[in-house]
């Protein structure tokens, strides 16, 4: 049902003046199978189309080009959309967007384009600009932030940016342009409550304005995945090099998202993590809790390049301020460091146990979270993520500890996160 209606609303509410007809096609046809119309929830779930079925779609009246391939991109997309409603939603939007921008239909002249997130007009002054909305799949922070003027420069458009936040907080929009520099108040911006699953509307002026404005939502679409591109390049983030390399990076990232990176969230835990940080160490090993911290710790040193003595500290400085132990037996450490990584985790599974705190605790698996320090909230929604993932699965932390190799421990909690998203 719940499909069902997205696709009902899809034809009903932005097609009212276009007829549409879906049936099946391919080998499961039926030569008597007349179609059924897609603005009749009734009509579709009782056709009892299936995943995977291929369908012939019969579009005529108003916008027939625009409605067959909005149609096309929701059908083929649907995956998920009932265990993750908003998330799929939000690319499919997305996947609407774009698609908009590069549609050649002639009834679009003097059409209405309110109905869609991504419209193109003019303005009181006779100034043609582009608009979209973008639903931001992580936080804003210090880094990510300040591309998005280098990308209006880039395209020397003017760009308005404008947060909605809660109805009590109201719409906050800014903007940048050659007038004032391509300036943005980062500042103020950081400041403000901009949640994961924040709305974004996207505004470009000027002769280069739909290609800004297919770079910017993009990015932000993709934020996340543009941030830990961004970290991992320390220089020349100025340079119309850098600038090109990014948007390239976000452009490819809509054709070959998985679909644990498109919900509007943080991706899975496991995607952080790899076999070559998970330390799978027998019942005769023995270990200090210092050469604990340094064994976790080791792969993500050599991978950063960063100074184990500096990352030490900082671990054991965040564990005097804070010591988390998110179950009896399992520890967790952090530390912070400057710019990258955004956000690495390792475990190291102990099977002989080894005494934590002063309270003798004694723990047989410990995780290790390195991340940046503008990175500190998105640390702690993987914090949250992990204490609901191990309370409400009681038998995951043995499953764990008892894994055959660190390839089987990864993919114990890659299976664990998708059954908790069910």
């Known amino acids: 049902m719940r499909p069902a209606a997205y696709i009902v609303k899809l034809s009903k509410d932005w097609f009212p003046h276009t007829k549409f007809q879906v049936r099946r096609s391919g080998e499961d046809a039926q030569p008597s199978d007349e179609g059924v119309d897609s603005k009749s929830i009734t009509e579709l779930v009782l056709a009892g189309f299936c995943h995977g079925d291929e369908v012939c779609v019969q579009v005529s009246g108003r916008c027939e080009t625009m409605a067959a391939e909005f149609f096309k991109i929701v059908w083929e997309n649907l995956e998920g959309y009932t265990d993750d409603e908003r998330g799929v939603k939000a690319r499919l939007a997305g996947l609407i967007d774009d698609a908009f921008l590069g549609i050649d239909d002639p009834d679009l002249i003097g059409f209405n384009t309110a109905v869609f997130q991504t419209s193109r007009k003019e303005d009181s002054d006779g100034v043609q600009e582009c608009r979209a909305v973008a639903t931001i799949n992580d936080h804003l922070h210090n880094l990510s932030l300040p591309m998005l003027p280098l990308i209006a420069k880039h ?43 924040t709305r974004i509307t996207v505004l470009t002026r000027g002769t280069n304005r739909v290609e800004a404005n297919t770079a910017v939502t993009s990015v932000l679409r993709n934020l996340w995945q543009c941030d830990d591109w961004i970290r991992q390049r320390p220089k020349g983030l100025e340079s119309d090099a850098a600038i090109v390399e990014l948007l390239a990076f976000a452009k490819s990232l809509g054709r070959f998202q998985s679909p644990e990176n498109t919900s509007i969230s943080n991706p899975y835990i496991s995607n952080l993590l790899s076999p070559r940080r998970v330390f799978m160490n027998n019942e005769r090993s023995e270990f200090s809790k210092q050469g604990i911290l340094r064994q976790l710790l080791s792969s993500q040193v050599q991978d950063y390049g960063l100074d184990m003595a500096l990352v030490l500290k900082g671990v054991q400085d965040a564990e005097r301020r804070e010591q988390v132990v998110l179950r009896e037996g399992f520890a967790l450490a952090h ?37 940046a320090k503008d990175c500190y909230g998105t640390w702690r929604d993987y914090l949250r993520k992990m204490g609901i993932l191990f309370s409400s699965n009681r038998d995951l932390q043995e499953q764990l500890i008892q894994s055959r190799d660190s390839e089987d421990f990864c993919a114990t909690l890659r299976c664990a996160e998708k059954a908790m998203v069910k």
Not at 343 to 370: E, H, P, Q, T
């Open 155 to 197: 395209f020397d458009v003017g760009l308005q940016i404008a947060f909605e936040l809660t109805p009590s907080d109201g719409i906050f929009s800014f903007g940048m342009n050659e007038q004032n520099g391509f300036e943005l108040d980062y500042t103020r911006i950081l400041r403000l409550n901009v949640e994961i699953g």
């Open 335 to 371: 530390g912070a460091v400057e710019r990258t990584p955004r956000v690495a985790i390792s475990f190291g599974v102990y099977r002989k146990g080894v005494v934590w705190d002063g309270a003798n605790r004694v723990v047989r698996l410990v995780c290790m979270v390195l991340v």
